[in-house]
C-alpha cells in the first residue's frame, strides 16, 4: 500500500437555519466534517460517527453559545438505541424552551421506528426528516402521507433537486406537491444548499418557511 490511514480526522461546525420570513437565525445544525488524506481536503459526513457521549457534549456546547435550538444528525441506529433516547430527552428537558432537534434520513419505515418518532415528540423534541427526492413518484407515497404528521420539519437540499430534476420548472412543481403535503399536515419546509442570493430569491418565491446554506455562513475549519 502507498498510503495507511493511521488515525480519521474530525471537525464539528454548526450551520445556522434561517426563518426567510424573518431573517432570523432559529436553529444551529450541528455537522462533522472529515479529512480525506489521499486527498487533501475537508468533506462533510451526514451521519455523525461518535459515540452518544460525544454528541451529547457537542449538542451542550452549542446551544449554550449560539441562538436559536441545535440540530443533530442521527443513522437509524442512533435513533432506534433506547440509551441515547434516554441520554437526549434528559438534555432536551433541561434545556427547554431552548429545543433540540433530531434529524434522520427517512419518516417511519417500521412500526419501532415511528413509535420512537411519537416518543421523542413527546419530550420537547423536533423531528427533521430529509425523503428521498423520489418519494412521491413511488409507491412509498401512501406511507409518507401517514408518517408525515409523527415529524415537524421536512428538508431538501436545493443543488440536489437540481442535479434531479435540471428543469427549474420541475424543481419549482416537486417542492410545490411537498408544500400541499405538509401544509395538509401541519409540517414544515425547509429548503438547505442555499449558496447564493439567486438560490434565496429562489426560495422567497416559493415561500419556503426556512433556509439553510453557506451563503448565510461558510465553514472555517483548520488547516492541517
Known sequence: ?????????????????????????????????????????????????????????????????????VILSLSDEQFLDPRLADALIQFANAQYPKRLVIQVKQLGKTDAFKA????????????????????????????????LPEVNVVKFD??????????????????HEWQQLTTEAGVRLMLSGID??????FAKQLAINYVQGNFYAQPELPRL
Open 1 to 69: 500500500m502507498d498510503h495507511q490511514t493511521l488515525m480519521n480526522v474530525y471537525d464539528y461546525y454548526s450551520q445556522p437555519v434561517v426563518e426567510l420570513a424573518t431573517g432570523e437565525t432559529k436553529a444551529n445544525e450541528l455537522q462533522i466534517q472529515l479529512f480525506d488524506q489521499q486527498v487533501g481536503y475537508w468533506q462533510q459526513v451526514l451521519v455523525f460517527p461518535t459515540i452518544s457521549e460525544v454528541l451529547l457534549e457537542m449538542a451542550q456546547a452549542t446551544i449554550d453559545k449560539l441562538p436559536g435550538d
Open 196 to 201: 447564493s442570493v439567486n438560490d434565496e430569491q
Open 116 to 147: 420512537q418518532l411519537r416518543r421523542y415528540r413527546s419530550q420537547h423534541i423536533w423531528l427533521l426528516s430529509m425523503p428521498w427526492l423520489d418519494v412521491l413518484t413511488s409507491p412509498r407515497r401512501a406511507m409518507l402521507r401517514r408518517a
Open 158 to 175: 436545493l443543488q440536489k433537486l437540481r442535479d434531479q430534476y435540471p428543469q427549474r420548472n420541475d424543481v419549482i412543481q416537486f417542492i
